[in-house]
T-cell receptor, first 113, second 115 residues
Framework: QQPVQSPQAVILREGEDAVINCSSSKALYSVHWYRQKHGEAPVFLMILLKGGEQKGHEKISASFNEKKQQSSLYLTASQLSYSGTYFCGTEHLDGTSYGKLTFGQGTILTVHP | DAGVIQSPRHEVTEMGQEVTLRCKPISGHDYLFWYRQTMMRGLELLIYFNNNVPIDDSGMPEDRFSAKMPNASFSTLKIQPSEPRDSAVYFC?????????????FGPGTRLTVL
């Protein structure tokens, strides 16, 4: 089942922060975050494996709340280069999705000067 | 490394024609995935292979779609006959090892237009 991302779209000015959420109706085993720029392929950002785990990549970080079956992506002091569509991909504990990711519908992030 | 290679990058065909999309995964990767991306349905997994063996084809929409991986360095996705609703961007991705630990690398995609 497809995870649900929110918001669907967000518009920022350079330097502002944003949070993108990814929620699943099934118990999560891992969450993968990707960013896709227009006309290009998705590019990997990070993987979160355990409940409560946080990871960071420069000014982009993420958390994984196992109890809530949710992951959040945090973009701090946004830059123009952050613009794009962000996808979460989930892997579940039920065994039916082992080895494959189910992607959310995406969150369109636009950063203006 | 050249990354995942897909061909053609663009394909325009007429309804009823056969379409073959090609993918060369990153050398050494043992998983290969075919995705379809549309505005309406987002990024959908069609099928994936492990060590050239199809593991899950539950995302393949119809019998018109078929995929093969004859060896570790080549895979095809075929649509026969094609229909306008097949128009989409088709991505191939590859990965080394189990998903929990490793990222998928996506190819540049093939933009398919069926008239």
């Amino acid at each position: 089942q497809q995870p649900v991302q929110s918001p669907q779209a967000v518009i920022l000015r350079e330097g502002e922060d944003a949070v993108i959420n990814c929620s699943s109706s099934k118990a999560l085993y891992s969450v993968h975050w990707y960013r896709q720029k227009h006309g290009e392929a998705p590019v990997f950002l990070m993987i979160l494996l355990k409940g409560g785990e946080q990871k960071g990549h420069e000014k982009i970080s993420a958390s994984f709340n196992e109890k809530k079956q949710q992951s959040s992506l945090y973009l701090t002091a946004s830059q123009l280069s952050y613009s794009g569509t962000y996808f979460c991909g989930t892997e579940h504990l039920d065994g039916t999705s082992y080895g494959k990711l189910t992607f959310g519908q995406g969150t369109i992030l636009t950063v203006h000067p | 490394d050249a990354g995942v290679i897909q061909s053609p990058r663009h394909e325009v065909t007429e309804m009823g024609q056969e379409v073959t999309l090609r993918c060369k995964p990153i050398s050494g990767h043992d998983y290969l995935f075919w995705y379809r991306q549309t505005m309406m349905r987002g990024l959908e997994l069609l099928i994936y292979f492990n060590n050239n063996v199809p593991i899950d084809d539950s995302g393949m929409p119809e019998d018109r779609f078929s995929a093969k991986m004859p060896n570790a360095s080549f895979s095809t996705l075929k649509i026969q006959p094609s229909e306008p609703r097949d128009s989409a961007v088709y991505f191939c991705a590859s990965r080394f090892g189990q998903s929990s630990y490793n990222e998928q690398f996506f190819g540049p995609g093939t933009r398919l237009t069926v008239l």
